[in-house]
């Protein structure tokens, strides 16, 4: 049984950091697709950060050179860490992985991804 248990969230302050955390069972995340997703209210579900399991990673447009995503094989947890944060930051953040498809492809689309955490909540307040 797959599990994604995210952790990290909360509320800061614009130009704050915050590191959220996803620890992963029954799913090793150094030979999957990983990923981090948001959804704020009202909006859809959005692609933050997807990394491979060769290392390689895609970022959104909108969180270049403020977020970061590294992972612990170890401990089977992967990292996001988050600087700078914006009101727009503001959502639910979602860990997600994937162990199907094309092990190089660094998709976006939330239906490219088997397995979801419960999320954590980020609030950025100004």
């Known amino acids: 049984q797959v599990q994604l248990v995210e952790s990290g969230g909360g509320s800061v302050e614009v130009g704050g950091s915050l590191r959220l955390s996803c620890a992963a069972s029954?799913?090793?995340?150094?030979?999957?697709?990983m990923g981090w997703f948001r959804q704020a209210p009202g909006k859809e579900r959005e692609g933050v950060v997807v990394i491979d399991k060769f290392g390689n990673t895609r970022y959104a447009d909108s969180v270049k050179g403020r977020f970061t995503v590294t992972r612990d094989n170890a401990k089977n947890t992967l990292y996001l860490q988050m600087n700078s944060l914006k009101p727009e930051d503001a959502a639910m953040y979602y860990c997600?992985?994937?162990?199907?498809?094309?092990?190089?492809?660094?998709?976006?689309?939330?239906?490219?991804?088997?397995?979801w955490g419960q999320g954590t909540q980020v609030t950025v307040s100004s």
């Open positions: 997600a992985a994937s162990t199907r498809g094309i092990p190089w492809a660094l998709p976006f689309g939330p239906e490219e991804y088997q397995y």
């Open positions: 029954g799913v090793g995340i150094s030979t999957s697709r």
